[in-house]
């Protein structure tokens, strides 16, 4: 297989900073309310950024990330920065009283692609239940609405866990309202603050997978998956049996807008001290910004490397039709196994023709 992400990430996070002011109870980060003593410096960020252009073209898409971006005061500076290096740069800021109309026409102003807003409840109990802070679910609608009204792209994010999961057609009203560009769900990995919450089962995943399916296909806006890759495959399966009924399906173009994007193969995570990491939740270090090259690190470290070699996963994501499609959760076998090699075990498919591989069929 010819791996399209072995010389360049289609996506680099760097977590600016960890502070925040929300408590989520989902929180990767285990954000806290001040900022690290050894973030990077406003110059060691700079330097990064210019090293990561040595990836060359298509640039990665650069998302600035936390904690709370916001934090720090050099966040507009790293944007207008950036866009001045050719990257286009999303951010993800909390839903704060920080968070203000002015920063957002700010942040358009410098150059910001695209805004990414977190909403994990159709009502404000929901959602700052789990964000910790009451207010958080108003302020949020609030940026929503202010973004849109600066032209900035939104794209809201939402977690899928069992606490969540008879919620997300209420939220996806709530988003339908709002006016996104795209909805990604994030199907909870149990680590950081996260180990508190409820994995939904692996027959509800493929029952949110059937119906993102059916939604994707008619919704005015992307709906994608972020830790359950195995969206693919079931896209691919539906648009297989609409072809055999005669029908039209636009669900496989839905599946190849990340095919073959996993942890590690394409994705690529910068800590707020300089880690760097396969992906945010899958905290594995394969280098440090201080002392080595992050594009070095990313095409030939032993961890990235053996994350784009499906040939060297175990269980039954080695032995699946789709592994080169889907390749399962690469974080989610490390936080529930200890083996970042391992199954998915949130995938309840079953492969039917071990070894072989889909990749051909899916590319028509």
Known sequence: MTNGYALRPLMVYWEMTRACD??????????ISSRHPDELTTEE????LRELVRFGEPLPNLVL???????RPDVFDYVSYARGLGFNVAITPSGTTGLTEEKLRRLREAGAWMLALSLDGSTAERHDTLRGVQGSFAQTTQAARWARAAGLPLQVNTLVCAETLEDLPSVYATVSDIGVTQWALFFLIRVGRGVVLREVSPEEAEGVMRWVASMSAR???????????FYRRVAL??????RRNGEASSNAADARRAFGVWDGNGVMFVSHIGEIYPAGFLPLVAGHVRRDDPVDVYRESPLFLSLRDPDQWRGKCGLCEYRQVCGGSRARAYAATGDYLGSDPLCSYQPVAPGQSVLSAAEM
């Open 45 to 48: 960020g700079y330097a990064l």
């Open 22 to 31: 929300l408590a989520c109870q989902h929180c990767r980060a285990e954000a």
């Open 237 to 242: 399966q539906q648009a297989t049996a609409a």
């Open 219 to 229: 919704s005015p806006f992307r709906i994608r998956t972020t830790e359950a890759p």
């Open 65 to 71: 990330t936390g904690g709370d971006p916001l934090k």
